[in-house]
């Protein structure tokens, strides 16, 4: 069965996304996600996956809000920021420039756009946790095109991608 989950996994082309979340103006986190999608148009809502074993995962469940940002397909250093160093040693935040969103999770100021909202519930699925986000303000990032899993190139994650 794994077999036949991979040979159609590694077909499918999806966007990677940077998340970034805040629970208290000292506690920031952010992550490299490649499992994101809009789940619903009226009213909109998106459907956005974090790994259990992931800093952001920790910081994420004690935030109320978080920052979608799409990657534009030239940006590897951010993804490789936001998805090889792990937020239990570094300080992802100092390696980009961003400021404050409405909700006072960071807004990355280079991506090709970036959504923030309220996160509505939480569920686990595995070993991610979904987030269903009420989406409140976004914008272009003015970064061209959109890096995806086939075209980025491969990471070291800074943590495995289960426990």
């Known amino acids: ?16 996304f940077v998340v970034t979340t ?8 952010g992550c490299l996600v490649g499992f994101a999608t809009q789940c619903s148009m009226v009213p909109p809502r998106y459907l956005v996956c974090i790994s259990k074993v992931n800093h952001t995962y920790a910081v994420v ?18 993804a490789s920021i936001f998805g090889e160093l792990t937020g239990d040693a570094q300080d992802k935040f100092e390696r980009c420039q961003w400021h404050p969103g409405i909700t006072g999770a960071p807004v990355l100021a280079e ?4 959504l923030e909202g309220r996160i509505l519930e ?19 990032g003015g970064c061209a095109g959109v890096m995806t899993n086939q075209t980025a190139p491969t990471f070291q994650p800074g943590h495995p991608a289960t426990a």
């Open 111 to 114: 991506c090709a756009a970036w």
């Open 22 to 29: 805040a629970a208290s103006p000292q506690e920031m986190s």
């Open 61 to 78: 469940e004690r935030a109320d809000s978080i920052v979608l940002h799409l990657l534009g397909s030239e940006q590897t250093e951010v």
């Open 1 to 16: 069965m794994e077999s036949a989950v991979a040979f159609f996994t590694e077909r499918i082309e999806s966007s990677l």
């Open 122 to 140: 939480r569920f686990g699925t595995g070993d991610h946790q979904a987030l269903v986000v009420r989406p409140l303000r976004g914008g272009g």
